[in-house]
């Protein structure tokens, strides 16, 4: 209604819009829920945008474009750290140029919920990230804590340990604390975990990929918090043909 973003009115990004959108479908989800009282259309809408039926590929594909754009693009601008400029403009704060960081986390469920096909269908995962990245990818194998952390460039050399416990969050904060920090991490999981309130510091955009049953992943995808940029669903057997 206010048209496209001006200097004004500059608006949100993609990653908060879409983060707005969710957490608004969820409001209106919850509604329909309880007091059912919500239109029709608006209840199909909120449902599309919670549980969209899009390939998991595509998904992925487009979070690792978006990543990796950010991490190959230019230099922007950032008031995080004074300009060297300073000095000669006393009156006024000046932006430094910075990069953005980069390039891919992936966050791999080792807990004892996770079945053996779940974890081949991780490492199937773990393999196309690295191939549609084209780079070293950083994989941390997490139950309750994480035991592996390492930057491959073959799936084939991914070390998968734990067995114990499942929280996702421990991957998440270690993921943060990479250097260079990621612009994108992937966390493949069954979804039985506590998730963080907020999204831990240090990372970029996050998405979780539930690998289960359709049964399952309706029994975990509404814990997924609203901080996640985006959330896929594949079956292991899916997961493995796709590989």
């Known amino acids: 209604e206010l048209g496209p973003p001006t200097q004004a009115l500059p608006g949100v990004g993609e990653v908060e819009g879409d983060?707005?959108?969710?957490?608004?479908?969820?409001?209106v989800s919850r509604a329909a829920k309880q007091a059912g009282n919500v239109p029709a259309g608006i209840a199909r809408w909120a449902e599309a945008?919670?549980?969209p039926q899009v390939p998991w590929q595509q998904v992925l594909a487009q979070?690792?474009?978006r990543a990796l754009g950010e991490v190959s693009g230019t230099v922007d601008f950032s008031y995080r750290r004074p300009s060297r400029r300073q000095a000669a403009f006393p009156n006024a704060i000046m932006p430094a140029l910075r990069r953005p960081?980069?390039?891919?986390a992936?966050?791999?469920?080792?807990?004892?919920?996770?079945?053996?096909?779940?974890?081949?269908?991780a490492l199937a995962e773990v393999k196309g990230v690295i191939e549609a990245s084209g780079r070293e990818v950083a994989v941390?194998?997490?139950d309750a804590a994480v035991h592996v952390c390492e930057t491959v460039t073959d799936a084939r050399r991914?070390?998968?340990?734990?067995?114990?416990?499942?929280?996702?969050?421990?991957?998440?904060?270690a993921a943060?604390?990479?250097?260079?920090?990621?612009?994108?991490?992937?966390?493949?999981?069954d979804g039985y975990t506590p998730w963080p309130e907020r999204k831990p510091a240090g990372l970029g955009a996050v998405m979780v990929v539930l690998i289960g049953t359709e049964e399952t992943n309706a029994h975990v995808r509404g814990d997924v918090p609203p901080w996640v940029w985006r959330t896929a669903e594949i079956a292991p057997a899916a997961a493995q043909e796709a590989a």
């Open 19 to 27: 983060l707005l959108g969710r957490e608004t479908a969820r409001e």
């Open 49 to 51: 945008v919670l549980n």
């Open 63 to 65: 979070a690792l474009r």
């Open 101 to 104: 960081d980069g390039p891919v």
């Open 106 to 121: 992936v966050v791999v469920d080792t807990s004892g919920s996770m079945a053996d096909a779940d974890l081949s269908a």
């Open 140 to 142: 941390l194998a997490c």
């Open 158 to 173: 991914v070390r998968l340990s734990g067995g114990g416990g499942t929280d996702m969050g421990a991957g998440l904060e």
């Open 176 to 189: 943060g604390r990479l250097r260079p920090r990621p612009a994108l991490t992937v966390v493949l999981t």
